[in-house]
């Protein structure tokens, strides 16, 4: 700890024993005699009141009793980057030289200084070499002095300084632009300051891949501000943020391979939209974000929308999904291949748990895996046989018949089994589709040759050459042509 103020003290992050906080007033409190620094707690319970003592609001705090008066000498203000990197590594080379200069000293003067040079190369050497560094919870405060991060480590790939002091993206910066091949970088759990306008946004991260702003108190609109300066980010963590509103990013995040979005309450599903058009998005995650509903309104039923182009895992675990609605849009996204959707209401919904497992692949024609297990073709057919039998009266009922030209089911039951149709034909052998076209085109079924074209292969046609298998044998889906010759 130290007891020398920062002539900057107002805004800075301070450790207290083991408690982190904000300082947010530096003066006189009187009655009482010298400086005292007001800070607003992180944990509200360590403090007694809102910055307010004896009728005078020195400072505000955002929870009632959340702040207090310290004096400050009980303030850790932290160290900069390389300190405590080296104390984290067992490399600081001011205490090793001492300390081998203290056991040296009976053999003379000539070997002490020797043994220091050499401590002083070799820990040098040893920065040098350091690819990935963690110094989380090391009361990281700022870089230091100029340029040595990028003198002194120069070939830092990865950097956790999650849980430090940092108190602004000015002071992340600082550090992070000296890192010149820096890949990922983990700020999670500082009470970062983000920049109010692109005007103070100075420095790109070029080749940084992921980022994690997890419990940082960032706002998608800060997001979107500080985006332009990770040009090549492919996953970005963002769990625990208070984000309720999001907006379309605009030439930025065009990179993004991953987002999370986890504990932060979004307004409702309608957000999604904004960021439903993310080029290469391919896994979001959106656990406990109070969401119970999905639409993509481009399209209906039996066809792909073209938001999410190339989503392939979607997580919403511990939300207040109900409807199978949501799952039925589900099938909707052209590339979705894993499923997490654990702890919502509608898992409940039927007795045995493995009856909605087994609805869900029914459900969502593409999905290879479900809450992390493997869906195997066996598991597939089994389920979709069982949910043609199990709603096979309500289909009847609706107007459905195995003969096409009576095969008229009602909106209500296509909106609430919008695959069932395509189930139905997919169980259809190649003979019985001969059958069918027979009776439209008038053409033996003996000079009709079929194939199919699918929608994730252009250009490549898959002949439909074995009259006894069903069209499910050839994993025919929505969105793929068939195509008749004779």
């Given at each position: 700890?130290?007891?020398?103020?920062?002539?900057?003290?107002?805004?800075?992050?301070?450790?207290?024993?083991?408690?982190?906080?904000?300082?947010?007033?530096?003066?006189?409190?009187?009655?009482?005699?010298?400086?005292?620094?007001?800070?607003?707690?992180?944990?509200?319970?360590?403090?007694?009141?809102?910055?307010?003592?004896?009728?005078?609001?020195?400072?505000?705090?955002?929870?009632?009793?959340g702040g207090s008066f310290i004096r400050p000498n009980k303030a850790n203000f932290g160290v900069d980057f390389l300190i405590a990197v080296k104390n984290r590594y067992g490399l600081?080379?001011?205490?090793?030289?001492?300390?081998?200069?203290?056991?040296?000293?009976?053999?003379?003067?000539?070997?002490?200084?020797?043994?220091?040079?050499?401590?002083?190369?070799?820990?040098?050497?040893?920065?040098?070499?350091?690819?990935?560094?963690?110094?989380?919870?090391?009361?990281?405060?700022?870089?230091?002095?100029?340029?040595?991060?990028?003198?002194?480590?120069?070939?830092?790939?990865?950097?956790?300084?999650?849980?430090?002091?940092?108190?602004?993206?000015?002071?992340?910066?600082?550090?992070?632009?000296?890192?010149?091949?820096?890949?990922?970088?983990?700020?999670?759990?500082?009470?970062?300051?983000?920049?109010?306008?692109?005007?103070?946004?100075?420095?790109?991260?070029?080749?940084?891949?992921?980022?994690?702003?997890?419990?940082?108190?960032?706002?998608?609109?800060?997001?979107?501000?500080?985006?332009?300066?990770?040009?090549?980010?492919?996953?970005?963590?963002?769990?625990?943020?208070?984000?309720?509103?999001?907006?379309?990013?605009?030439?930025?995040?065009?990179?993004?391979?991953?987002?999370?979005?986890?504990?932060?309450?979004?307004?409702?599903?309608?957000?999604?939209?904004?960021?439903?058009?993310?080029?290469?998005?391919?896994?979001?995650?959106?656990?406990?974000?109070?969401?119970?509903?999905?639409?993509?309104?481009?399209?209906?039923?039996?066809?792909?929308?073209?938001?999410?182009?190339?989503?392939?895992?979607?997580?919403?675990?511990?939300?207040?999904?109900?409807?199978?609605?949501?799952?039925?849009?589900?099938?909707?996204?052209?590339?979705?291949?894993?499923?997490?959707?654990?702890?919502?209401?509608?898992?409940?919904?039927?007795?045995?748990?493995?009856?909605?497992?087994?609805?869900?692949?029914?459900?969502?024609?593409?999905?290879?895996?479900l809450n992390k297990s493997e869906i195997f073709p066996d598991e597939r057919k089994g389920a979709e046989l069982d949910y043609r039998k199990m709603f096979g009266n309500d289909w009847i009922m609706a107007g459905g018949n195995q003969n096409p030209d009576k095969n008229r089911p009602n909106e209500e039951f296509l909106a609430?089994?919008?695959?069932?149709?395509?189930?139905?034909?997919?169980?259809?052998?190649?003979?019985?589709?001969?059958?069918?076209?027979?009776?439209?085109?008038?053409?033996?079924?003996?000079?009709?040759?079929?194939?199919?074209?699918?929608?994730?292969?252009?250009?490549?046609?898959?002949?439909?050459?074995?009259?006894?298998?069903?069209?499910?044998?050839?994993?025919?889906?929505?969105?793929?042509?068939?195509?008749?010759?004779?």
């Amino acid at each position: 700890m130290t007891s020398s103020v920062p002539s900057d003290v107002v805004g800075r992050r301070i450790l207290c024993d083991t408690e982190y906080a904000t300082v947010r007033y530096a003066g006189s409190v009187p009655p009482t005699t010298g400086l005292w620094l007001g800070v607003e707690w992180d944990n509200p319970q360590r403090g007694k009141h809102n910055g307010n003592h004896e009728g005078v609001q020195y400072f505000k705090c955002d929870h009632p009793t959340g702040g207090s008066f310290i004096r400050p000498n009980k303030a850790n203000f932290g160290v900069d980057f390389l300190i405590a990197v080296k104390n984290r590594y067992g490399l600081n080379v001011e205490q090793d030289v001492e300390r081998e200069t203290e056991n040296a000293l009976v053999i003379g003067k000539k070997t002490v200084e020797l043994v220091g040079f050499d401590s002083v190369i070799e820990q040098q050497s040893q920065l040098n070499k350091l690819v990935d560094i963690s110094v989380r919870e090391c009361a990281v405060s700022h870089a230091g002095q100029k340029e040595e991060i990028s003198r002194t480590c120069p070939n830092i790939r990865s950097i956790n300084l999650s849980k430090n002091l940092l108190p602004s993206w000015e002071k992340v910066t600082d550090i992070a632009c000296q890192v010149q091949n820096l890949e990922s970088l983990d700020l999670s759990e500082n009470k970062i300051k983000f920049p109010s306008d692109s005007a103070s946004i100075t420095c790109t991260l070029s080749k940084l891949r992921v980022l994690a702003l997890n419990r940082t108190g960032i706002t998608w609109a800060e997001v979107l501000l500080c985006a332009p300066g990770w040009p090549a980010l492919e996953e970005l963590y963002l769990a625990s943020n208070d984000i309720t509103v999001l907006e379309r990013p605009i030439n930025v995040l065009q990179t993004l391979k991953l987002l999370d979005l986890s504990n932060n309450q979004l307004i409702d599903g309608s957000q999604l939209h904004l960021i439903a058009y993310l080029p290469r998005l391919e896994q979001l995650i959106l656990s406990n974000t109070g969401i119970s509903s999905i639409h993509f309104p481009d399209v209906g039923f039996g066809c792909k929308t073209k938001m999410f182009p190339l989503l392939q895992r979607l997580v919403v675990d511990d939300n207040k999904i109900l409807q199978w609605s949501f799952i039925n849009e589900l099938d909707k996204l052209q590339c979705l291949q894993s499923l997490h959707c654990q702890n919502n209401p509608l898992m409940g919904t039927e007795k045995n748990p493995e009856t909605v497992r087994q609805l869900i692949i029914a459900k969502i024609g593409q999905l290879k895996f479900l809450n992390k297990s493997e869906i195997f073709p066996d598991e597939r057919k089994g389920a979709e046989l069982d949910y043609r039998k199990m709603f096979g009266n309500d289909w009847i009922m609706a107007g459905g018949n195995q003969n096409p030209d009576k095969n008229r089911p009602n909106e209500e039951f296509l909106a609430a089994h919008p695959r069932y149709q395509l189930l139905c034909l997919n169980s259809m052998t190649i003979q019985k589709v001969k059958g069918l076209l027979y009776r439209l085109l008038k053409i033996p079924g003996s000079e009709l040759k079929l194939s199919y074209e699918s929608s994730k292969m252009e250009g490549k046609e898959i002949e439909l050459e074995n009259d006894l298998k069903p069209l499910q044998f050839y994993s025919i889906e929505n969105g793929d042509s068939l195509l008749v010759r004779w």
